[in-house]
């Protein structure tokens, strides 16, 4: 789906019947009434059927606004992790296997991967790749599940600047900065630990900054379908500082606003003033 499209449009695509469950929930009653997370997903709440047609405001430096509007997606709970950590034998078949592809590129750059400086240095690199993206080994449903509980709190909670470190899936370089989250909770609140464990768990994988900000938000108000969930995150692009454009102190700015976040501009103001991230 390109960017330039309406909500509207969401709605016309051939892909999705009219009949969906998730855009034409047969029971509204049913929906307003769940709470156990661990439910199927046939009944929807009011703010997952919002996340499934979210739309995220891109920003760089808080200029060149644009809108994205994404097509229906499957849920970020049920997601499964992507790749096996468990045993010892698996991660060294792993880490063998990207060894032998760093030996070809240190062959393939002009380099001579015998020389002493580079002896271990494909090993080094697997290893650290394997670190780098040790997402694909974690499923947020296991970082959300023994951290939920209910609670009466209606007010706000904002945890900010958090570190994150990720790769680019464009050109596999690092890109790092903050992320700031708040939601309001529905009887419901998250570990404050775990929102940190949820940005880890997400930038730890090949990403572009745009969907790292729609994951955290959605993990979020899928582990507790709170009122609302809002999430900006800063950074800076290697790809953007190292290569051509070399804008050295530009950032990127990205935001993802669900619920009352996105409807109420007040509580939306005082999400970005108490989220506020200070320039790194
Ligand atoms: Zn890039």
């Not at 582990?223 to 290697?238: Q, T």
């Amino acid at each position: 789906m390109t960017s330039e499209q309406s909500d509207d449009d969401i709605f016309l695509d051939s892909t999705i019947s009219k009949t969906d469950p998730f855009f034409f929930p047969s029971s509204p009653k049913s929906v307003t009434t769940k709470r156990n997370h661990e439910a199927s997903h046939d009944t929807i709440s009011p703010l997952i059927r919002q996340i499934k047609s979210a739309s995220l405001s891109i920003g760089e430096n808080g200029e060149n606004e644009r809108t994205i509007h994404n097509r229906r997606r499957p849920s970020v709970l049920d997601e499964k992790a992507l790749r096996e950590a468990d045993t010892e034998t698996v991660r060294e078949q792993r880490i063998d296997a990207i060894s032998r592809s760093y030996q070809g590129i240190l062959q393939s750059i002009g380099e001579d991967p015998s020389r002493q400086g580079l002896l271990k240095t494909a090993k080094r690199a697997a290893e650290a790749l394997v670190f780098f993206t040790k997402g694909y080994e974690q499923s947020i449903r296991d970082v959300v599940s023994d951290a939920i509980f209910d609670e009466e709190c209606e007010n706000m909670v904002v945890v900010k600047e958090i570190d994150m470190y990720s790769l680019c899936e464009h050109h596999m370089v690092p890109f790092f900065g903050k992320v700031s989250v708040g939601y309001l909770p529905n009887k419901r609140v998250l570990g404050l630990s775990k929102i940190a464990r949820i940005v880890e768990v997400f930038s730890r994988r090949l990403q572009v900054q745009e969907r790292l900000t729609r994951q955290i938000a959605e993990a979020i108000a899928e582990a507790i379908e709170p009122r609302g969930v809002a999430v900006i995150i800063e950074c800076l692009h290697m790809c953007m500082i190292m290569r051509g454009a070399q804008k050295v102190n530009s950032r990127t700015t990205t935001s993802a606003m669900l619920g009352e976040f996105r409807e109420d501009p007040k509580t939306r103001e005082e999400f970005l003033t108490l989220g506020r991230i200070k320039p790194f």
